[in-house]
T-cell receptor, first 108, second 112 residues
Framework: KNEVEQSPQNLTAQEGEFITINCSYS?????LHWLQQHPGGGIVSLFM???GKKKHGRLIATINIQEKHSSLHITASHPRDSAVYIC??????????FGGGTRVLVKP | ETGVTQTPRHLVMGMTNKKSLKCEQH?????MYWYKQSAKKPLELMFV???????ENNSVPSRFSPECPNSSHLFLHLHTLQPEDSALYLC???????????FGQGTRLTVV
C-alpha cells in the first residue's frame, strides 16, 4: 500500500463542473503539496499547505491533519484544467512522497 | 515558466554511453532535487542537495551520479544505464528544504 493514495485515478468532467480530487496519507507530515503536471511532463506547484484551506483563483485546497486527508477542488472547470494532479507529502521538509496522480479531462 | 531550466528535454542513449542531465535555477534557491518518474509509477525522490551538499540519496544505483558545483546548478551524470532507467527525470529547487518547490520541465530519457 502506498503511503499516499489519491482518488479517483481518472476523472472526466464537462466544462463548468465542480471537480474534487482526494488524497489520503498514512505518515506524519510537515506539509502537503498539490502539483499539476501537463502533457510533456513539466510540473507546477499549486499549493503547499500544512493546515486549513488555501484558495488560488478557481482552485481550493483543504487539509485535515487529524484525518490525514486533503482535497483539491476545481470550481467552474475548464478544458485547460486538463492535466494530472499529484498529491505529495513531506515528512521532513521537501523529502516528498508522491501519490500516483489523478488524470483529469475536462470536455468542452 | 517556473525558473528552473532542464537540458536536454529529450535524450536517447545506449547502454554503454555516458551522458549528463543539467538543471539550472537563478531563483536564489539553496536546495535542489532530482526526481524520477517512470511510466505508471509515482514520482520518486532520488537526491537532495542543500547548500551544495548532498543530504539525501534515496538508495539510487551508482550508475546515477549527481553533482552540485554551486547552488544554481545541478547535474545528473549517467553511465551504463539499463533500459528500465528510461523515465522522465525532473529537477526541482526550493529556497530552503522546507519551502515550496519549483520544478523544471524534465528530461525524457530513453535508454536503448
Amino acid at each position: 500500500k502506498n503511503e499516499v493514495e489519491q482518488s479517483p485515478q481518472n476523472l472526466t468532467a464537462q466544462e463548468g463542473e465542480f471537480i474534487t480530487i482526494n488524497c489520503s496519507y498514512s505518515v506524519g507530515i510537515s506539509a502537503l503539496h498539490w502539483l499539476q503536471q501537463h502533457p510533456g511532463g513539466g510540473i507546477v506547484s499549486l499549493f503547499m499547505l500544512s493546515s486549513g484551506k488555501k484558495k488560488h483563483g478557481r482552485l481550493i485546497a483543504t487539509i485535515n491533519i487529524q484525518e490525514k486527508h486533503s482535497s483539491l477542488h476545481i470550481t467552474a472547470s475548464h478544458p485547460r484544467d486538463s492535466a494530472v494532479y499529484i498529491c505529495a507529502v513531506g515528512a521532513a521538509g521537501n523529502k516528498l512522497t508522491f501519490g500516483g496522480g489523478t488524470r483529469v479531462l475536462v470536455k468542452p | 515558466e517556473t525558473g528552473v531550466t532542464q537540458t536536454p528535454r529529450h535524450l536517447v542513449m545506449g547502454m554503454t554511453n555516458k551522458k549528463s542531465l543539467k538543471c539550472e535555477q537563478h531563483l536564489g534557491h539553496n536546495a535542489m532535487y532530482w526526481y524520477k518518474q517512470s511510466a505508471k509509477k509515482p514520482l520518486e525522490l532520488m537526491f537532495v542537495y542543500n547548500f551544495k551538499e548532498q543530504t539525501e540519496n534515496n538508495s539510487v544505483p551508482s550508475r546515477f551520479s549527481p553533482e552540485c558545483p554551486n547552488s544554481s546548478h545541478l547535474f545528473l551524470h549517467l553511465h551504463t544505464l539499463q533500459p528500465e532507467d528510461s523515465a522522465l527525470y525532473l529537477c526541482a529547487s526550493s529556497l530552503t528544504g522546507h519551502t515550496e518547490a519549483f520544478f523544471g520541465q524534465g528530461t525524457r530519457l530513453t535508454v536503448v
